[in-house]
Every structure is written in C-alpha cells, then in structure tokens.
C-alpha cells in the first residue's frame, strides 16, 4: 500500500517562509499595492545598507535609483507595477554610501484567495560582477572593431597609395587618407629639393594653416637622428626648431625611399596639450595613434619610392635620352590626344618641324661627338621655349617637332623665327674645337588650315620644312603660298658643308 502524503501544515509553512526571508541571499522587498515598504531582509539591509526604518513608507525606486539608473528601466518597472504585471529587469542601484551596484530585479505582484491584490515582492540579485565582465567584453568588442576598421583604412590606404601614377596624385591620397587616419591631427609633408639643403612643404591637411613653408634639416630632432620622434609621450623630450616652444604633441617620421631620407611627415595634436584632455586618455589616444603614423611613415615611403621609380622607367620610355626633350613616342601620344581636343573645343593646336643644316656633313667634318653636342645645344635652346602649352620633342636624328596647344598659324610663325635666330646666334664650341655657325630650317603645319587629322598636319609641315630647305635653308616656312621668313643670315646652296636635304 502506497503511504500517505503528509499533509502541509500552515505553521511549518510560515517557518519555512521565515527561514527562507532571513537567510536568502537575494534582497527582497514586500511593499503595500502602492509600493510602499513594508518589510526588508537582512539580506537587502547587508547589500544596500538601507533598514526598515530606512525604507518604510517609501517606494524602494525612490530611494536606491541614482543619476545614471536607465530612465527606461524605470518607466518599464512602473508600467509593470501599475497594471500589476510581474516585471524583470537589470537596473542600476546605489546603496546608502552612494556606491553603484546592479542588480536583477524582479517585481512580483501578489494577490489573496480572493484575488485582491495586496502585495508587490521585490527580489534583486547582485550582478555587478556579470555587469563589469559584461562591459569588459563590450569595450574589447569594441577596441576590436575599431582595430579591425583600422587594418581595413591602412589596406585601404595602401592600395590607393601604390596605385598613384605621379607625385600629385600620391599627394592628393596622402592628403586625404591621413586626415581618415588620423583625424585628431593635422598634418603636413615636407619633401627635399635637389640640393638637399632644404625642405618644402608639399601638402598639408587639417585646420591648421600655418605650417612653416620651409625648414631646413637641423631644425628637426627626427631628421637629425634619423628615426621617427614623438613629442609628448616621453619623460626627457625637446621641442624641434620648425616647430616653436610650448607646442601640443606632434610626431616627425622620416620618409625614406630607396635607403635616402627624402621628406619628413610631420602631425600636430592640436588640444592634446596638459592642460587639454585627461592625462591618462591623452596617452592612450597618443600611442594608438604613434602606431598607425609609423606604419602610415613606411606605406608612404615605399609609395613614393614606387612612384619614382614608376616616373623614372616612364621618363626613360618617353624622354629623348641625348637631349631630355620628349621622344618621338610622347609626340605621337600627346598630339593625338590634343588634336581630338582641339578641334572638340575648336581651339587652335599648331606643329612646327626644324632640323639642322648641312647636319650629315657636319657630322662627317667635325664628328659624331660635335654633333651631339650641337643637338643637346639645340635641344637646350627648345627646352627654354617650352611651356605648358609649347612641348619640343626630339622625333628622330637632327629631326625635332614643336607641339603648339592653343597657338594659331601666326603664334608658330612668331615662334618658330624666334627660335631660328636664336639657334643661328648661337655659338657651338668643344673643348679644343672651334665650331662654324649651324642654322636650322622651320616648317609649319596648322589644324584646320591644312587638315583635320594628326596625319595630315604633321605632312604639311614636312611639306614646309622641304620648301625651306629648298629656298635656300635658314628659315621658316609654310605650305601657304608666298608665305615665308626668310632669314638674315640665310646661307646659299652651295654652302661649304651643304648636302640635299633628302
């Protein structure tokens, strides 16, 4: 026969309630239906501080929320309390000594046999330590991303910086991706001239507007030990000469390329002085962003190592290597992009072709080496004419071509008489070698006047230069009938050193 169950007895139950009120771990709270306290544990007394005496009468909100408890959390408890709803929720306390402390709070309303509401129990479980963890992991989830938005900024980064063509366009990206980068700072590159005895100021980026235009190398710390310097991170530090006394923190990094010291990349923290940020955030912030300049100082260095390199293997493809001028390559380029616009634009765009005189017979009299030095002379000569809408290119041999953007029939004309004075003026010497006068022929060749292609232009000019050379040499000449300037020191055709041109 199965046993009976032992029937419950009221006592013992009120004995239990007791034992489990006075010895729970959890603080517990009963409150009247208008959440007045009535009864607090020794265990709410331990955790808050507060006693009966305290709390009686009071709602237990109103006493342990403080400045930062969660308005939300707040309005949720009372909405739950007032359509006499269980509610559970983490909030922020604070005990009698002011010390914020968070808890699980569970409000619980109570009612008779009857259903009449009578109670509300309030249980609150510390969970402070669970917060804090919490939080931790919150704030290493968050350093987290930030340093993962940081590696993908300096890939980034990386990538618009290698793919720079010239020196403009890696500025322009170091310009922009340091002021991502590092937007507390602003900021500036200084590049060397060709004597090495100073430095420019090639770009800059931030607020900031007076960044000196020039420096010289022994006013930097970090030029002058070769190696990166980080004012304001240091116990023992001195202030770089470009830079003043009492300055905010900077860093100076070093741009090298190719083992030379080349730049110098400098950042200014501008409201990271002393008296600025608090001190332990201002070193924090300082030396997270010390390690994103010093790989930014590297990227930029091998970019623009890259870039000049890039530009010397593109200079070499395209320059004439005798004279500097541009080769017969960048012509045929250029000009095709410049006659497409030109005659879009239905601007001007002119050709002027010259050679030497008599250059074969020069060569075969005075030799190879004087008639090198005739056409870097003469190249010299076009070299100083140039502009950003004159380019002198050396097409082949004693052959060279003016590209004229912009210039009409008559600019050439003008142009090109100036330049055969000039070169007939000139005297071309050797060492141990006295030179005769050399002159050169010029012939010209007009959009739209003689064609509406590249093609037709550059054979109307050839066409022009035969017919100077025809008429006696030493002059310019054009396909236009009765057009030509003759020159004052023409020679005849039976010039000593002459030859047909062929």
């Keep these: 026969m199965p046993r009976a169950r032992a029937k ?18 959890d603080s517990v709270v009963i409150s009247d239906p208008d959440r007045r306290a009535l009864w607090v544990n020794p265990a709410f007394s331990s955790q808050t501080g507060y006693t009966i005496t305290d709390m009686a009468g009071k709602e237990p909100g109103s006493v342990l929320q403080g400045r930062d408890t969660s308005p939300d959390a707040v309005q949720a408890i009372r909405n739950a309390c007032a359509k006499r709803r269980e509610i559970r929720v983490d909030i922020l306390n604070y005990t009698k000594s002011g010390t914020p402390f968070w808890v699980d709070l569970r409000v619980t309303p109570v009612y008779d046999a009857s259903g009449r509401h009578t109670h509300f129990i309030s249980t609150m479980r510390d969970i402070t330590e669970r917060k804090a963890l919490e939080q931790q992991n919150e704030e290493m989830r968050h350093s987290e991303e930030l340093r993962q938005a940081e590696r993908h900024l300096l890939a980034l980064t990386s990538e618009w910086l290698y793919s720079a063509k010239s020196q403009d366009e890696l500025l322009m990206v170091i310009q922009r991706a340091m002021h991502t980068l590092i937007p507390e700072a602003d900021g500036a590159l200084y590049i ?173 009299r005075f030799g190879h080496e004087a008639g090198d030095a005739v056409l870097r002379d003469v190249g010299a000569i076009l070299q100083q004419a140039g502009s950003d809408s004159i380019h002198p290119c050396r097409v082949g041999g004693e052959e060279f071509t003016l590209l004229l953007v912009g210039h009409d029939a008559e600019d050439a004309a003008s142009l090109a008489e100036s330049l055969r004075q000039t070169i007939a003026a000139h005297r071309f010497a050797m060492p141990g070698l006295v030179l005769p006068q050399v002159t050169a022929s010029f012939g010209l060749g007009v959009l739209g006047r003689d064609g509406q292609r590249l093609e037709e232009v550059m054979k109307a000019a050839d066409t022009a230069l035969y017919r100077a050379k025809s008429e006696g040499r030493n002059r310019v000449a054009t396909t236009s009938a009765g057009f030509a300037l003759p020159g004052a020191e023409a020679q005849a055709q039976d010039e000593p050193l002459g030859n047909t041109h062929p």
């Design 8 to 25: 419950s007895d009221p006592k013992d139950e009120a004995f239990y309630a007791h034992l489990v009120m006075r010895h729970s771990s």
């Design 192 to 364: 060397y001239d060709d004597a090495r005895s100073m430095l420019h100021l090639a770009t800059s980026w931030g607020t900031m507007p007076d960044f000196p235009p020039h420096m010289l190398p022994d006013d930097c710390w970090a030029l002058r030990r070769g190696r990166a310097y980080a004012y304001g991170l240091k116990p023992i530090q001195f202030t770089c000469d470009h830079v003043g006394k009492g300055a905010a923190p900077y860093f100076c990094l070093p741009i090298i390329a190719h083992g030379e010291t080349i730049g110098l990349l400098h950042l200014v923290f501008d409201g990271f002085e002393e008296g600025g940020l608090m001190r332990h955030m201002r070193d924090e912030v300082l030396r997270n962003r010390w390690d994103i300049s010093l790989i930014c100082g590297e990227q930029i260095s091998l970019a623009v190592a890259n870039v000049r390199l890039r530009q010397e293997l593109h200079d070499r493809s395209v320059r004439d290597p005798l004279t500097g001028l541009w080769n017969r390559r960048w012509f045929m380029e250029r000009a095709l992009r410049e006659v497409s616009c030109a005659i879009r634009d239905r601007d001007c765009l002119s050709l002027v072709a010259l050679d030497v005189d008599h250059f074969k017979s020069f060569n075969d």
